[in-house]
T-cell receptor, first 109, second 111 residues
Framework: GQQLNQSPQSMFIQEGEDVSMNCTSS?????WLWYKQEPGEGPVLLIA?????ELTSNGRLTAQFGITRKDSFLNISASIPSDVGIYFC?????????FGQGTRLTINP | DAGVIQSPRHEVTEMGQEVTLRCKPI?????LFWYRQTMMRGLELLIY????????DSGMPEDRFSAKMPNASFSTLKIQPSEPRDSAVYFC?????????FGSGTQLSVL
């Protein structure tokens, strides 16, 4: 079945640093979604991407839909303490939405 | 606007007991999904409904799990009998496009 490889699994950074994470797949996807999950809550949608090459921003967050349709990245600029959480990518192809394993972001003030 | 509403938020039960998790999707959404999240396996899709009809239940672990959606505003996920390995966070999510919106989850502990 379809699988996503999300990396890195965890990140420990200083406040103010930029963050980059990505997801790759052996399958082609038509949609890429990026979610953030905080403790005790469900994943919250951050950015949705629908076209190959699409670059979309949401405040300090920027995500891109890879040209090959098999990858996507998420960047966070000038990180702040409230960016802490687990970030998930999700890809939608012909079948159901598939989630990556998540990137746990920890920020040292 | 109210998001996806799940109840209970926490459930602690003993092995062998029946557990029922409830979900109210966002009004107007025509697709509903049940996910299970564990540290080992991440987010796993259990089943999803489209217009109240189950479309894909291939992720349901075994016959102890069942899900229903009697109308557009309510769904249940039942585990009978429950086992300790069912302990996880269960999420309900809904959509009417390609954007999936999640509830806050039910933390289930089976002792």
């Amino acid at each position: 079945g379809q699988q996503l490889n999300q990396s890195p699994q965890s990140m420990f950074i200083q406040e103010g640093e930029d963050v980059s994470m990505n997801c790759t797949s052996s399958s082609i996807f038509n949609t890429w979604l990026w979610y953030k999950q905080e403790p005790g809550e469900g994943p919250v949608l951050l950015i949705a991407l629908y076209k190959a090459g699409e670059l979309t921003s949401n405040g300090r967050l920027t995500a891109q839909f890879g040209i090959t349709r098999k990858d996507s990245f998420l960047n966070i600029s000038a990180s702040i303490p409230s960016d802490v959480g687990i970030y998930f990518c999700a890809g939608q192809g012909a079948q159901k939405l598939v989630f990556g394993q998540g990137t746990r972001l920890t920020i040292n003030p | 606007d109210a998001g996806v509403i799940q109840s209970p938020r926490h459930e602690v039960t003993e092995m062998g007991q029946e557990v029922t998790l409830r979900c109210k999707p966002i009004s107007g959404h025509n697709s509903l999904f049940w996910y299970r999240q564990t540290m080992m396996r991440g987010l796993e899709l259990l089943i999803y409904f489209n217009n109240n009809v189950p479309i894909d239940d291939s992720g349901m672990p075994e016959d102890r799990f069942s899900a229903k959606m009697p109308n557009a505003s309510f769904s249940t996920l039942k585990i009978q009998p429950s086992e300790p390995r069912d302990s996880a966070v269960y999420f309900c999510a809904s959509t009417r496009t390609r954007k999936l919106f999640f509830g806050s989850g039910t933390q289930l502990s089976v002792l």
